[in-house]
């Protein structure tokens, strides 16, 4: 702080007076030490040498050297204390010490500005690119994990009292963390793009029949209803497709089948096909069964035919689409507004090129073919 004596001190008045006083010091002790006594001799009328012991000297030089200790250290206590004036090395310190404070700090800002950018691609990757590929997002307990608890910046706080060391420090330690956290999160995402292609095939993109207006309407969507048979206000978990018995019924996409039940109650006869990432369909109330399970199977292939089996008020499909153990409205998942010739294009070519005979009608003359090979 620079106060009124500092002002008036300048470093080369300063120099002069220590020059000075080193002077000062080496004549004083030079006097001291040689200095003899002349003594007026009144009967002689003359100044007479009066020589002193060695005792003497050696007491005078310590006088002449404490007296001058003494000195400097009040020179020293009003310099520093009473002008408030610092010493150079202590300037050239807090110089230093500035600079390393503004550079800390800019790196701070830097740090903060690298964060924001940070946050904003962790955005991106739950909203858009994890979205896409039907991934959870990452939770913000997941990214932001291990900062919490011990203090283990403890050691900053003795050597840095203002803390902008220890920020920096946390700073950085967080961002690295949630950087790896990210940089995983791509891992995944990028394995996943690889499959992207496999992935829109399984995925059930189709109506489990065909969409001849004229063979079905859908008697009870996804939602809450009034169940036709307890009268009781229950969630229907997919959509009931009423149609005659018999209909063609298709995978609605790539997959395993996974389950082929043959019950007299609940969903009757039916089929639960697992496509992978996450997603599994069901088909109830089936009439036949033309799969098995562990059967691989592609997408529009015959996989029975629709029947009136287990809890039905009259024949019908009741198809469910799963993802990820939830129940899902199964709307989402196939377009009506598809011409019936397009299906039947679609499901003759998954015929034609699957290795099954399936119950599918244009299998007859598959099957006819393969019989006559042999
Ligand atoms: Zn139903």
């Not at 990452?138 to 920020?167: C, M, Q, S, T």
């Not at 149609?243 to 609940?266: C, I």
């Not at 089996?309 to 409205?329: I, Q």
Request: hydrophobic share 35%; glycine share 8%; charged share 25%.
């Amino acid at each position: 702080m620079p106060t009124l004596g500092g002002a008036l001190m300048s470093n080369k008045l300063n120099f002069y007076i220590f020059y000075r006083s080193m002077w000062y010091f080496v004549y004083l002790c030079r006097d001291m030490a040689n200095g003899d006594e002349y003594v007026f001799n009144d009967k002689t009328l003359s100044y007479e040498v009066k020589k002193r012991s060695g005792l003497m000297r050696l007491m005078r030089i310590f006088l002449a050297v404490g007296g001058s200790v003494a000195l400097a250290v009040l020179y020293m206590w009003i310099y520093t204390a009473v002008f408030g004036m610092e010493l150079p090395k202590t300037q050239l310190l807090k110089k230093e010490n500035a600079q390393w404070h503004s550079k800390v700090e800019v790196m701070n800002a830097k740090l903060d500005e690298y964060d924001r950018t940070l946050v904003a691609l962790q955005h991106r990757d739950n909203d858009i690119y994890r979205s896409i590929f039907g991934m959870n997002e990452i939770p913000v307990e997941v990214r932001n994990a291990g900062f919490g608890g011990v203090n283990r910046y403890a050691h900053y706080d003795e050597v840095d009292p203002d803390g902008l060391l220890k920020r920096a420090a946390v700073r950085l330690d967080v961002l690295s963390k949630k950087t790896y956290v990210q940089s995983k999160s791509f891992d995944e995402i990028s394995q996943l793009s690889h499959r992207a292609g496999e992935m829109a095939s399984c995925i059930p993109a189709i109506p489990p029949m065909s969409p001849d207006r004229e063979n079905y309407r859908i008697s009870s969507s996804f939602g809450y209803r009034k169940d036709p048979f307890s009268k009781k206000t229950t969630k229907h978990n997919g959509v009931d497709f009423a149609m005659k018995q018999g209909n063609y019924l298709y995978a609605t996409g790539d997959g395993v089948v996974e389950s082929v039940k043959f019950e007299r109650f609940g969903y009757g006869h039916h089929v639960i096909i697992d496509h992978g990432f996450g997603y599994k369909t069901r088909y109830a109330h089936m009439d036949m069964i033309g799969v098995v399970e562990g059967m691989k199977i592609k997408r529009g292939e015959c996989i029975g035919t629709s029947g009136n089996t287990g809890k039905s008020s009259g024949p019908h499909l009741h198809y469910e689409v799963m993802y990820k153990g939830a129940y899902v409205n199964p709307a989402n998942y196939y377009d009506l507004t598809i011409s019936k010739e397009e299906y039947a294009a679609m499901v003759q070519e998954a015929a034609d090129a699957s290795q099954w005979v399936t119950l599918h009608p244009g299998n007859v003359r598959k099957a006819a073919k393969k019989k006559r090979r042999r």
